[in-house]
């Protein structure tokens, strides 16, 4: 099974501040991997899909970067709405697995 | 606009059994793969299974093969879950989630709620 490592477990940030949470796959992937974002007691919404893709919809201070072993999800300017917890999926295989999630609060 | 409505959760006793069913509408449901997706209370989110989209293709997370079976009704727009020999650790929102040809989940339902309790 593919191990999904992310980091870090949580982070407190500010309006405006820009964010960095990375994902490392215990073996290759190539782009299969995407970034969801869940509030608490919501579903999860999907950033980002084929590593880099971002949905319609979704705003253009979300990106996603990597392939291979790799990934990071950046958010360029952290706005109040973004105060959740992030989580990456691997789905270059089953069984399709999740890091651990990355809960972003206010500093 | 497409929704996924689940339903079937509730309160069980360990041993039990469950069938949770996903409604859904505002898509072509026979051309999608269907996933099933569990948040236990405080955690993490964890992948449960997959079908694809005729229902010839399933996969299984190794912590409910052989207790869980997934199903599809297309005529219908249905997915469904049969839950067997549920244990304490199967408690979690299930989510019901669509996903393209070998993508990911795009959009999700709201979950339902199983807990597996004495």
């Known amino acids: 099974d593919i191990q999904m490592t992310q980091s870090p477990s949580s982070l407190s940030a500010s309006v405006g501040d820009r964010v960095t949470i990375t994902c490392r796959a215990s073996?290759?992937?190539?782009?299969?991997l995407a970034w969801y974002q869940q509030k608490p007691g919501k579903a999860p919404k999907r950033l980002i899909y084929?590593?880099?893709s971002l949905p319609s919809g979704v705003p253009s201070r979300f990106s996603g970067s990597g392939s291979g072993t790799q990934f990071t999800l950046t958010i360029s300017s952290l706005q109040p709405e973004d105060f959740a917890t992030y989580y990456c999926?691997?789905?270059?295989?089953?069984?399709?697995?999740f890091g651990q999630g990355t809960k972003v609060d206010i500093k | 606009e497409v929704q996924l409505v689940e339903s079937g959760g509730g309160l069980v006793k360990p041993g039990g059994s469950l069938r949770l069913s996903c409604a859904a509408s505002?898509?072509?449901?026979?051309?999608?793969?269907m996933n099933w997706v569990r948040q236990a209370p405080g955690k993490g989110l964890e992948w449960v299974s997959s079908?694809?989209?005729?229902?010839?293709?399933?996969y299984y997370a190794d912590s409910v093969k052989g207790r869980f079976t997934i199903s599809r009704d297309n005529a219908k727009n249905s997915l469904y879950l049969q839950m067997n020999s549920l244990r304490a650790e199967d408690t979690a929102v299930y989510y019901c989630?669509?996903?393209?040809?070998?993508?990911?989940?795009?959009?999700w339902g709201q979950g339902t709620l199983v807990t597996v309790s004495s």
């Open positions: 999926l691997q789905y270059n295989s089953y069984p399709w697995t």
């Open positions: 989630a669509r996903a393209g040809s070998w993508g990911p989940p795009d959009y």
């Open positions: 505002g898509f072509t449901f026979n051309i999608y793969n």
């Open positions: 084929s590593a880099s």
């Open positions: 079908i694809t989209t005729s229902g010839s293709f399933t």
């Open positions: 073996q290759g992937i190539r782009s299969d």
